[in-house]
């Protein structure tokens, strides 16, 4: 009986005891992605509770939102009041003086969680870490039962590139505001910083131009397949670049030209460069010529376009309406773009004519500069002289690439055969392209950007993208499955250096990252390369 009973205490006091510390995970294997650049444990947890506040230290409305953010993040799932305020606070998000980088430093002892950077962006993704180092369940919206703990140690952390970047392609099908809202939510908690629009192609032209607006009328009105296209007014727009900036995303827009063009052709026939005409119609002839001015002025606006092969439009290079076109339209997208870049396209203009594509491509560089704002380029445009400031994005063509380098241009690089998340897993994946590769996850992770392209090193790379080419692509399950797990990777390839990265610990991070989506309701592409 005395013996029972002792062994009923020590029974009984050891787990007391296991419950008031209840054990977490080590930081090392919290499932943090991006992995950051240095993380030490040591011993004991940071335990979340009903009196947890969250205490800002400096000032600035960035600082104030970012408290907002992590309040947000916590409640629902914890079911905890969480207030943010100046008073003293166990969460704590410190702006610290000094050159504003991206650089944070989580320390989590057992009384506190300290973030502190030089930006509130930094204390952003400060946070974003905090939360993948709590207990997978905090992803719920309403209350459940856990342990809220977070392993003590320390982890600091900067991006290995300045731009990290997806793309959205809403021209080939349309995407709502809410599906991109979702999308840059998901890009936030991933540590990117640039959201790039693809927002005119053959099959659609996606953004309200007050000074054209047939562009949207009847450019915006189909898309691939033939269903109901959509486009962007200019408030959505606004709406979009808003809940990005407050996200630390700035939005990259594209107007794709001179080739990718039909929708605004169909939309405005003074935009092509001529019109075919029917053999016998002697019309437009002078003395037995054809009288070019005539055709100039006078071509057919093209028809709409839904199937998706590429290279067969073009804007009249050799015309000052085209450039007064495009000037318009920069003059309202730069309105409507804090950011400092405009994606001029540049792809795949195959019935240009070589010399017509490099005076437009040059041309509307120096629109883009009157305006304030650097150029964006698809790698062609490298083949024309580049303003300085002006980018190459690498998609295909090593040569481009490093014509850009010799111009004393900066690449950012989106390898079609890696970063492309329209490209099919397999040969079974359900949706995607396969003309330039199929990609499994650990294609998309296994490669580094400063060595992928002969001759193009660190210093000559702005960033990493991600392209979401939607040809293939019509709704927000189908973007999800394309997207999951690869953009993951890819954002590791963006922030973490490539000796920090590694593909048996992804492995086994992404595992828990997917436990997240599946929280979120993503249905991400079950990679067999990965134990769920
Ligand atoms: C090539 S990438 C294109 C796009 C297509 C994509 C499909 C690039 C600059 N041009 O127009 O959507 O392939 O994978």
Redesign the pocket.
């Known amino acids: 009986m005395k013996h029972s009973l002792w062994t009923f205490t020590v029974l009984a006091a050891f787990s007391f005891s296991s419950c008031q510390v209840p054990d977490a995970v080590k930081l090392e294997d919290a499932g943090i992605i991006p992995i950051p650049s240095i993380i030490s444990s040591s011993s004991g947890v940071f335990e979340l509770g009903s009196n947890s506040t969250i205490q800002l230290i400096g000032t600035g409305d960035d600082l104030t939102r970012v408290g907002d953010y992590l309040a947000e993040k916590l409640r629902p799932a914890t079911g905890f009041d969480i207030p943010v305020s100046k008073e003293s606070g166990d969460l704590i998000l410190e702006l610290v003086s000094g050159e504003p980088s991206e650089k944070y430093r989580v320390e989590v002892t057992g009384e506190a969680v300290k973030i502190s950077s030089t930006s509130a962006a930094g204390l952003y993704y400060g946070t974003q870490t905090l939360i993948k180092a709590f207990p997978v369940e905090i992803e719920n919206t309403s209350a459940v039962d856990a342990d809220w703990v977070v392993a003590n140690g320390k982890i600091e952390d900067e991006p290995e590139f300045t731009y990290r970047g997806a793309m959205l392609?809403v021209a080939?099908h349309f995407i709502s505001v809410e599906d991109v809202k979702h999308y840059i939510d998901q890009m936030g908690s991933l540590k990117f910083n640039y959201l790039h629009l693809?927002l005119s192609?053959d099959q659609g032209w996606r953004i309200e131009i007050k000074s054209w607006p047939k562009l949207t009328e009847i450019g915006g009105k189909t898309e691939v397949g033939g269903t109901e296209g959509g486009f962007f007014s200019q408030e959505d727009y606004t709406e979009i670049v808003k809940y990005a900036s407050d996200r630390f995303i700035t939005v990259v827009p594209e107007i794709?030209m001179p080739g990718?063009t039909n929708a605004a052709l169909a939309s405005y026939a003074e935009l092509n460069p001529g019109v075919n005409l029917p053999d016998g119609d002697f019309t437009t002839m002078t003395e037995g010529k054809i009288d070019f001015d005539i055709l100039d002025k006078n071509p057919e606006p093209a028809e709409l376009y839904t199937g998706?092969e590429?290279g067969f439009s073009t804007f009249a290079t050799n015309k000052e309406i085209t450039y007064t076109f495009v000037e318009d339209v920069i003059k309202e997208l730069v309105e409507l773009t804090p950011g400092p870049y405009i994606h001029i396209?540049?792809?795949?203009s195959h019935v240009t004519e070589k010399d017509d594509y490099i005076f437009f491509v040059e041309r509307v560089q120096e629109i883009v500069t009157k305006y304030g704002k650097k150029s964006i380029g698809?790698?062609?445009i490298a083949t024309a002289k580049l303003l300085p400031g002006s980018v190459a994005?690498f998609?295909?063509l090593e040569e481009n690439a490093i014509l850009a380098k010799e111009q004393g241009n900066q690449i950012l690089m989106?390898p079609?055969k890696r970063a492309?998340l329209?490209?099919q897993y397999d040969s079974t994946s359900r949706l995607g392209?396969h003309?330039?590769a199929y990609i499994e996850l650990d294609d998309a992770y296994n490669w580094d950007p400063a060595t992928y392209a002969d001759g193009i090193n660190k210093a000559d790379i702005l960033g990493v993208e991600a392209?979401l080419?939607?040809?293939t692509i019509g709704n927000r399950a189908e973007i999800e499955y394309m997207a999951f797990p690869r953009l993951a990777a890819l954002a590791e390839v963006a922030w973490s250096s490539n000796e920090r990265r590694n593909w048996k610990d992804f492995q086994k991070r992404i595992a828990q990252q997917g436990k997240r989506w599946d929280i979120n309701g993503i249905g991400f592409y079950r990679s067999p390369k990965v134990d769920w």
């Open positions: 392609d080939r693809h192609d794709d990718h998706i590429v396209g540049g792809d795949e698809w790698d062609e994005q998609w295909a989106s079609a492309y329209d490209m392209l003309w330039a392209p080419w939607t040809e």
